[in-house]
């Protein structure tokens, strides 16, 4: 058994990483793996099935693959009915957090974005596909899975798993789409300027930071008000941030932040309190293209932030860099 587990373990994070992109949730991406690992624990119980496993990385992430589309089919439901707009739970790791040796975060599901930066923009835009389409995205453009293998997890021919990523590559390249290409200095130099912008108050200040299509996104689940549909365009996005921002001041709450990664890229953790007293949490994401921000992802549903560390007293407004 010691010998299987270590096996498995030497696959998670890669598992993690499939799963994540294909769920856009942390614990429904470790329940995946988790559930795969226990078919694997089966198969490798019964001889006959044991000899089917000839690669093992391929056999598991086939396995896997199908739980997740097994997953996407049930929350495509209940997403439906979700109030207001959704968005990823976020992978939040600090700047300071140091890699291990294989370049990798210790957690499996921060190591999951870190091995190739995902971003929030790119999770959100994943949502309008569907759930094969995902799947056949994910496999093949960011995995390099064969269509071949892709046709089989989702029981079609190669050919439809090929068409499936080809339109599933167009939405995610629409002009409409938040584009993020930002290494991590234009990152760095980008989110700072929003943090000075939002931080004076002044509407030009902003403006110059913002793509003149920017998107703005707020997930409150239900808890917290947020936008209903998405805020579109560098004005309406510039006065709903200094709105968002003069609330924290006017309703008495101690703004504090810091710069963290979130979902692989750079962005923003806050707490505050919220007008009838609750403590708010807030975690934003930031699409980055071209000097400009073309994406603000506003994570303020307490059961998505639960378990992102709470900020120390050491973090204060404006943020330390």
């Not at 499936?164 to 995610?172: C, K, P, Q, T, Y």
Request: hydrophobic fraction near 45%.
């Amino acid at each position: 058994m010691g010998d299987l587990t270590a096996e498995f373990e030497a696959e998670r994070g890669r598992l993690t990483a499939v799963a994540y992109r294909m769920l856009g949730s942390r614990s429904e991406a470790e329940d995946a793996v988790q559930e795969t690992w226990l078919r694997y624990a089966a198969a490798l119980a019964d001889p006959a099935a044991r000899a089917e496993i000839r690669q093992l990385g391929a056999w598991l992430t086939t396995t896997c693959s199908r739980i997740c589309l097994d997953v996407l089919r049930s929350a495509r439901v209940r997403r439906e009915t979700y109030p207001g707009q959704w968005l990823p739970e976020p992978v939040v790791t600090p700047l300071d957090a140091l890699p291990r040796p294989d370049g990798f975060a210790p957690d499996p599901a921060e190591r999951a974005v870190r091995a190739d930066q995902v971003g929030t923009a790119l999770l959100v835009v994943l949502e309008r596909l569907s759930p094969e389409q995902r799947v056949a995205f994910v496999l093949h453009d960011v995995f390099a899975v064969p269509f071949a293998r892709v046709g089989e997890v989702l029981g079609t021919t190669d050919v439809a798993a090929r068409q499936l990523a080809s339109r599933a590559r167009r939405a995610v390249s629409a002009p409409e789409a938040p584009r993020h290409t930002a290494d991590a200095a234009e990152q760095r130099r980008v989110v700072q300027a929003f943090v000075a912008a939002a931080e004076s108050g002044e509407l030009d200040d902003l403006l110059k930071v913002l793509a003149p299509d920017v998107v703005l996104v707020g997930d409150g689940g239900g808890h917290f008000p947020a936008a209903r549909y998405p805020v579109v365009g560098a004005d309406k996005v510039a006065r709903f941030t200094l709105g968002l921002f003069g609330q924290a001041g006017r309703y008495g709450g101690r703004l504090r932040a810091r710069p963290v990664l979130v979902d692989g890229v750079l962005g923003l953790q806050l707490e505050t309190v919220f007008r009838d007293g609750r403590p708010l949490r807030l975690v934003t994401a930031l699409a980055v293209h071209e000097g400009r921000v073309t994406g603000v992802f506003n994570q303020l549903n307490p059961e998505k932030v639960r378990d992102v560390p709470p900020l120390g007293p050491e973090d204060t407004w404006p943020p330390r860099w």
